[in-house]
């Protein structure tokens, strides 16, 4: 038998044994608060109170995917692939001619001002039962060979200059250096990572769903991870929030996807309203973020899931089911949830289930993001509805 014990904001499972001993089967122990310095927007930030469901609300450009990203780069230890998506997602990398330079990001879009001189860097750490902390930092560097960084034959040398990345958390060190280059001349000019050979990790305890939801190839790969196996009833009740008479969801599989596959495909429905099996995209933009969001959810067991524009693709009416299945699969799974959101039914039906008996015990938070102060304002489970019922605007 397992036992969930909420203690604060850490979530221990149990499993009871025979006699008198108990083994510890997993320690979730979830971020219970953020420092940010020179990311992004953010000179200095700091969030103190972190739920295990977050909502982040602000205005526009106000840094809310930042926070995102910046979790992103921590928990992925400075993972090179992770830094370079959190650029590309944006539009910020360079698009070139040059075969050698095709994949080139603006480095400097990353540090706070977007400028960059020696020794520029920025800082992100984390508490939860230990301190974990990631800083990057421009240094000088000797000639290096690129053969393991750049996708090409052909060996290339860039100005002396380096992506130092070191992230500890009191017992592991990990230091990654990343060759870059100026343009123009350092340090006057932004600097750019050249295009290094590596594929993109797919973290097995963090996941991250942008605002323009997942391709069909990462639908697919998360998909089929979760077919057979008693998570996959998670997914079919999230997509069948929005068309109850879904039945089954099956993957095309590698042939039923390629970079041709447009924004919804490489997946099947079966439904009790037709006898043939329907292509997915046919039932709108709604059911593919909710099966996003789900295999997501999912994919993160024990770990964090990250939600740019939550609502992105869903009515106000589906809201609230929405928020009950991520808090539930959440509570079940062990999963940290961070999201964004600038829509007001979406914070306001969060406020709704965050007084649920079912979620009584599960800190549920929204966070007012400004980026003209170095904290936000922090609604508790109470608070959010106590807003809600006041019709007090928290975003």
Not at 100 to 118: P, S, V, W, Y
Not at 263 to 271: E, F, L, Y
């Amino acid at each position: 038998m397992v036992r969930t014990e909420y203690t604060g904001r850490v979530v221990d499972i149990l499993e009871v044994r025979e006699g008198s001993t108990v083994t510890t089967l997993r320690a979730f122990v979830m971020i219970t608060q953020l420092e940010i310095k020179n990311f992004r927007g953010f000179s200095e930030y700091k969030i103190n109170d972190i739920g295990q469901v977050n909502l982040l609300v602000g205005t526009n450009n106000c840094g809310k995917t930042s926070i995102l990203e910046a979790v992103h780069l921590l928990k992925s230890k400075g993972d090179a692939s992770v830094l370079f998506s959190i650029l590309a997602q944006r539009g910020e990398q360079i698009q070139s001619e040059s075969q050698m330079r095709r994949a080139e990001a603006d480095l400097c879009r990353l540090f706070h001002g977007f400028q960059l001189t020696l020794n520029s860097s920025f800082v992100i750490g984390c508490i939860d039962r230990v301190t974990e902390t990631l800083s990057a930092t421009i240094q000088q560097m000797g000639a290096v060979q690129l053969s393991l960084f750049v996708d090409m034959d052909t060996q290339y040398q860039p100005d002396f200059y380096q992506l130092h990345v070191s992230w500890g958390n009191g017992g592991e060190q990990k230091d990654k250096d990343y060759p870059v280059r100026p343009t123009g001349g350092f340090p006057y000019d932004i600097v750019r990572r050249i295009y290094f050979k590596a594929s993109p990790t797919d973290d097995d305890n963090i996941k991250f769903v942008p605002a323009s939801s997942l391709s069909p190839q990462k639908v697919v790969a998360l998909f089929d991870k979760t077919v057979l196996t008693p998570d996959e009833d998670l997914v079919l009740e999230a997509v069948r929030i929005i068309e109850p008479d879904i039945i089954r969801l099956a993957s095309l599989g590698g042939s039923g996807v390629s970079a041709r596959v447009p924004a919804r495909g490489g997946i099947v429905v079966k439904s009790s309203k037709w006898e043939e099996r329907i292509p997915i995209g046919s039932f709108g933009d709604g059911i593919w973020r909710l099966l996003g969001l789900a295999l997501s959810l999912v994919g993160a067991k024990n770990g964090i899931l990250l939600i740019d524009e939550i609502d992105t693709g869903l009515h106000h009416t589906v809201m609230s089911k929405m928020w009950k299945l991520i808090c539930a699969t959440a509570k079940k799974l062990n999963v940290q949830v961070f999201a964004t959101t600038h829509s007001s039914d979406c914070w306001k039906t969060l406020a709704d289930n965050a007084v649920d008996s079912e979620f009584a015990d599960m800190p549920i938070r929204i966070h007012r993001i400004d980026k003209d102060k170095k904290q936000p304002e922090t609604f508790t489970n109470k608070e959010m509805h106590l807003a809600l019922n006041r019709e007090i605007e928290v975003r």
